[in-house]
């Protein structure tokens, strides 16, 4: 895409190039912009997917700056296509807040209960129908809850409720290869139904181009792939999400893959994702090392809302890197508390585990030599 300040003062859109020229604004260098030939303009390449963002930023600019310009019809409809979509996301995010200190509209979450009493195979208990509906009145969001707690019955349960108010057709879950055959399993546990389920894992990306992303098919309502795998199809499955007869549900299992900062497999989810209908990640460790391993998983399930503001980003690590961790906890949880969903162990009703005193054994010459081997290679390694 092209965007220029015409000579009128005029920001307009056009389509074709990949850049974006503006005429004498030094200001633009520090977002990455340099000079063309005739030292007259600035531009930037630019990926289609950071357009509203960057359309955004420099209308502020512009704004800031006492720049006069006007928009075109264009640019116009982008900007206000972006502030309803703040609109919703502000919405979503108090109507999820409020359902969490227990201020709901009861009515209709009866109703929502009702549905998942007469269109499920599976009774959930109390702790899964409630983050269904958190995650209903999201769309996109996250699920934190302790493994065994039901996590993904809980996806299918809430996308059978989206599937029937027409507003998804397909689920897409990328994942390590070993939760595919738990999805199967899980799915016609839950749904009553076998799923019409694709595999898409290793390979040649061409190949699975050719069959499968270019002539999507109806039959298919499940469809499992690896993170290795996302990474290699990614254009593929950007135009497949991007396809008008698709509407995708995307599921992120394990969603702590995903956390580094400028990872391959990162940059691939958060790249598709934009094209998903509804996003969800799950994972019981959300933020194994540090409160950066979250950054990755909120700007995928919100990516032109900016969850966790990047100045916020940035005070979180110098707190962390202070050692303040309490400023850094409160920052964090103001930003994101609404938009996930946990399940602490506390709350499966499970019987308290029972510790046995460890009975020790004496052991052989042959298992001395091993231990005493391995233990001085620990701590002696070089």
Wanted: net charge positive; charged share 25%; proline share 3%.
């Amino acid at each position: 895409m092209i965007i220029s300040l015409n000579s009128e003062k005029q920001l307009v859109l056009n389509d074709e190039k990949s850049q974006l020229i503006f005429k004498h604004c030094s200001q633009l260098k520090y977002w990455g912009f340099t000079t063309n030939s005739n030292n007259n303009s600035l531009w930037i390449h630019l990926h289609s997917d950071n357009l509203i963002n960057i359309c955004v930023k420099i209308e502020k600019y512009f704004q800031k700056q006492s720049i006069q310009f006007e928009l075109s019809n264009q640019i116009s409809e982008l900007l206000s296509s972006y502030d309803q979509i703040k609109q919703q996301f502000s919405e979503a995010k108090l109507l999820a807040n409020n359902f969490k200190e227990g201020n709901y509209d009861l009515k209709q979450f009866n109703e929502f209960c009702h549905f998942l009493k007469n269109n499920l195979k599976r009774s959930l208990r109390d702790h899964q129908i409630k983050a269904c509906y958190h995650h209903y009145l999201l769309k996109n969001s996250a699920n934190f809850s302790v493994p065994g707690s039901g996590k993904t019955s809980v996806v299918l349960s809430v996308y059978e409720k989206f599937r029937s108010e027409n507003e998804i057709n397909l689920i897409y879950v990328v994942g390590p290869t070993s939760c595919f055959s738990p999805w199967q399993d899980e799915f016609e546990s839950t749904l009553g139904r076998k799923p019409n389920c694709k595999i898409l894992s290793g390979g040649d990306s061409t190949s699975r181009k050719n069959e499968y992303y270019d002539f999507y098919s109806d039959d298919y309502e499940l469809i499992l792939t690896s993170f290795q795998t996302f990474y290699r199809d990614v254009s593929h499955i950007t135009n497949f999400f991007n396809h008008k007869s698709v509407n995708a549900f995307l599921v992120v299992d394990e969603a702590h893959y995903m956390k580094q900062i400028g990872g391959i497999w990162s940059e691939a989810i958060l790249k598709a994702g934009n094209y998903a209908k509804y996003r969800i990640i799950l994972t019981g460790t959300p933020c194994p090392r540090k409160f950066i391993d979250l950054f990755n998983l909120f700007d995928f399930l919100w990516p032109l809302n900016n969850p966790i503001a990047d100045l916020d980003k940035t005070k979180v690590e110098v707190s962390e890197a202070k050692g303040d961790l309490d400023t850094a906890t409160s920052i964090i949880r103001n930003s994101i508390d609404p938009l996930f969903y946990r399940v602490r162990k506390k709350e499966l009703g499970l019987i308290e585990p029972k510790y046995h005193k460890p009975i020790q054994v004496q052991m052989n010459k042959y298992e001395k030599l091993i231990y005493e081997a391995i233990s001085k290679r620990l701590i002696e390694p070089f």
